[in-house]
């Protein structure tokens, strides 16, 4: 198993839960989308898995396992894998890239530390994937500093940053959500020839079923920290089981809201489905709801649903 979230559960120090006990494994190769609206879990648990929990963000159970090793635990096997074998695309650019290291200080960042890889050398061996990325490979460019990138040119400095190592695993929190449409479709397509070529297995993360639709074979929805649904793509595209997954599915379309209402704080949610009270087709069985915990098949646990289907 590469990747592998076994119950892995997230609460804040004083013990409201903040992620239910999730669980699922990415193989290399695989194309995994995880998506729910902003403040359902996903940017967490991506932290969860590199071991960079939040301060005042704790373990309540579970565990994270990468290559056999154990990345809730700290230790130098941990580290020998992160930006080595699994790699992470950060949602914010400019927030993740040091304002102090110029462009071609970031691109031996982690060359340096895994291979003591020298930046010359470094920067040699990354022409080609610059050169696909639309990045310029000469002096006057590597000499520049994040705040004199435009936001695309960031975007893909932290994705040439993440694949700097020839990782196996990629992890994509939100990566194009700072991009105009016509960058984001490129980023779209480039990440499926990588991908292809590579033989690279990636979690991309993102608010937008629109966005997942075509890079992705299996999805699992979030929201407030619980697993909604799960299932191949096309599948939930095309016949979504849950009420929540049909209300991303309309804003990825622009349709009219299904429902009013915001995701509750943590410590507020309701028991129960955490959406019930923004669903339309809330029955009294969601009360006894729970999260969906087996997203390894086509799974769902919504009783509004369950209802309209009728008796096996």
Not at 142 to 154: C, N
Not at 194 to 220: F, K, N, P
């Amino acid at each position: 198993m590469t990747l592998r979230l076994d119950g892995l559960e997230l609460r804040r120090a004083d013990g409201v839960r903040l992620l239910a006990p999730t669980s699922f494994s990415l193989e290399k190769g695989d194309r995994m989308g995880l998506v729910g609206e902003s403040g359902s879990g996903k940017s967490l648990l991506v932290q969860a898995v590199f071991g960079v929990l939040p301060p005042g963000t704790v373990q309540g159970g579970g565990s994270v396992t990468a290559f056999g090793v154990r990345m809730d635990l700290e230790g130098a096997a941990r580290d020998r894998i992160r930006g080595d074998r699994l790699a992470w695309v950060p949602q914010d650019p400019l927030q993740a890239l040091n304002p102090f290291l110029r462009v071609q200080d970031h691109l031996n960042l982690l060359p340096g530390v895994h291979r003591k890889e020298a930046r010359a050398a470094t920067l040699t061996r990354l022409a080609p994937l610059l050169e696909r990325l639309r990045l310029p490979r000469d002096r006057a460019f590597f000499r520049k500093y994040p705040g004199e990138l435009s936001g695309g040119q960031r975007q893909r400095l932290c994705l040439a940053m993440a694949l700097s190592c020839d990782p196996e695993l990629l992890i994509l929190d939100e990566p194009t959500t700072a991009l105009d449409p016509t960058v984001q479709a490129e980023f779209r397509s480039l990440m499926l020839e990588l991908q292809a070529e590579r033989g690279l297995g990636y979690l991309w993360i993102t608010h937008d079923l629109g966005v997942v639709a075509s890079v992705t074979d299996r999805l699992l929805v979030l929201y407030g920290g619980e697993a909604m649904e799960a299932g191949p793509t096309a599948r939930i595209i095309a016949a979504p089981r849950h009420p929540y997954t049909e209300r991303l599915l309309s804003a990825a379309r622009r349709e009219p809201a299904l429902e009013s209402g915001f995701l509750p704080a943590p410590g507020q949610r309701p028991e129960g489905c955490p959406f019930r009270p923004r669903c339309p087709k809330m029955v009294d069985g969601c009360a006894a709801w729970q999260p969906w915990q087996g997203p390894e098949q086509d799974g769902l646990r919504c009783e509004s649903a369950l209802a309209d289907a009728g008796p096996a």
